[in-house]
């Protein structure tokens, strides 16, 4: 039988940080509103190397593109090449643009017809593990984000805002699977509350057996959780469980595509008074 | 100071695998691969020390807990224990071979996977339903991916070990 630890202090090291993590899991700290202050920093630390990474990475796949496009050219002719390059690089650079700004300008018409303060924000990053479905974005408390602040775009709601620091925030997406939205639905009127799979899809709980519930008929929020304005578009029923017990479970195509997200609009919280 | 300085290196990079899961997910938010535990393990198997594993799992565990949605420590007590039991496992069969490599990150994979559900079960109050499809996924891609890894991060720091 081999030693497994060498010294007294790997072995003690190794119940202290065992327990320190237990301990840390089981604190009041996670579940406080505010977000932890060491947290707040890493979360600060780590967003200005995201922000560079994600252009860095889009300046590669540009670089790529390109590439693979100037060997094409070349064998057609050699003469043109640069110039076709340069023209291609512009025009996938216009078209990269016009594309954001389209993009940008149905948020700002989403904003204007919300007549909600809101904030624009761009996705830096994602999940770091492989558990949660979360985005990191590039807005945090100098933009006025708060936890718990809903985000939208223009297809419906996409989640809510759980971390927060100066720079950045984590936005936890409606598919999470601790995430949760009061719905109603648009028809039977028939309220529940969203739940995330964790797989891009989610489900209703808590609808009577007893509602008529269609198939396609609109998610909507009910503004019962007090996080999501109530009318937001969440999603389309796609099928009814039979039900078994006294609630049946709907499950629910999300209309935001929230794998693909690049901005999204957060609806400010107002401050109350 | 060079190994002071080497070992600085290993750390950055271990560190930095948390920024490249990050940009990962962003990019392909259905991969299931867990490139810190990859870090982790790979720091446990090269230097043989425990102080490696837990320093290196709280530090990897606390970034990927920071900007995450979940609570602290989750991913730090995952980290430290997996890396533990892979170190006790490489005192008693030398994991230094490809196969035996590509098994230890395959089931240390797993593992990590069942305890993180664990300990959200205990601690966290949820019910969980273990998605096995998934989880031997994401075993599968982990130890996939850390081979290639495992072989740079042996690159990076060979003059150590000279």
Request: net charge positive.
């Amino acid at each position: 039988m081999k030693q497994f630890f060498k010294t007294r202090v790997e072995w003690i090291l190794l119940v202290v940080a065992l327990i320190g993590h237990l301990v840390l899991l089981s604190t009041r700290l996670n579940q406080s509103e505010e977000t932890p202050l060491l947290r707040a920093w890493t979360m600060e630390v780590a967003s200005p190397f995201l922000m560079h990474a994600v252009g860095s990475v889009t300046s590669v796949s540009n670089v790529w593109r390109n590439y693979v496009d100037l060997r094409r050219t070349r064998e057609e002719n050699g003469a043109l090449k640069g110039q076709i390059e340069q023209h291609r690089r512009t025009i996938t650079g216009y078209e990269e643009k016009i594309k954001e700004i389209g993009r940008l300008q149905i948020l700002s018409e989403l904003e204007t017809s919300l007549a909600l303060p809101s904030v624009k924000a761009r996705v830096i990053g994602g999940d770091p593990t492989q558990w949660y479905h979360s985005r990191i974005l590039d807005k945090g408390m100098e933009a006025g984000l708060t936890r718990d602040c809903p985000a939208i775009n223009a297809d419906g709601v996409v989640g809510r805002i759980v971390q927060v620091s100066r720079n950045s925030s984590v936005l936890q997406l409606i598919t999470d699977v601790d995430s949760g939205v009061g719905v109603l639905l648009e028809n039977s009127r028939a309220q529940g509350v969203l739940k995330g799979e964790g797989r891009h899809e989610a489900f209703i709980e808590y609808v009577g057996s007893n509602e008529k519930v269609v198939v396609g008929e609109k998610v909507l929020t009910s503004g019962l959780d007090q996080i999501y304005p109530k009318g937001l578009l969440v999603g389309y029923v796609v099928a009814t469980k039979p039900a078994k017990q006294v609630f049946q479970k709907v499950d629910v195509a999300i209309s935001a595509n929230v794998l693909k997200l690049e901005e999204v609009l957060v609806l400010k919280k107002e401050s109350p008074g | 100071m060079g190994n002071f300085l080497r070992s600085t290196a290993v750390l950055i990079i271990i560190v930095s695998t948390v920024v490249l899961q990050v940009l990962l997910t962003r990019y392909f938010p259905r991969l299931p691969l867990d490139l810190p535990l990859v870090a982790v393990l790979y720091l446990t198997m090269a230097k043989e020390s425990l102080l490696w594993t837990i320093l290196s799992g709280t530090a990897v565990g606390f970034l990927q807990d920071s900007l995450s949605p979940g609570p602290l420590g989750l991913n730090g007590f995952t980290k430290i224990a997996i890396g533990c039991l892979a170190y006790m496992a490489n005192t008693i069969i030398a994991i230094d071979r490809v196969a035996t490599r590509w098994g230890m990150l395959f089931v240390s994979s797993l593992l990590a996977a069942l305890l993180f559900l664990l300990l959200r079960v205990l601690f966290l109050n949820r019910n969980e339903t273990i998605d096995g499809e998934r989880i031997l996924l994401s075993g599968l891609i982990n130890a996939c991916a850390g081979l290639p890894l495992f072989y740079i991060f042996d690159k990076i720091s060979q003059p150590a070990n000279e």
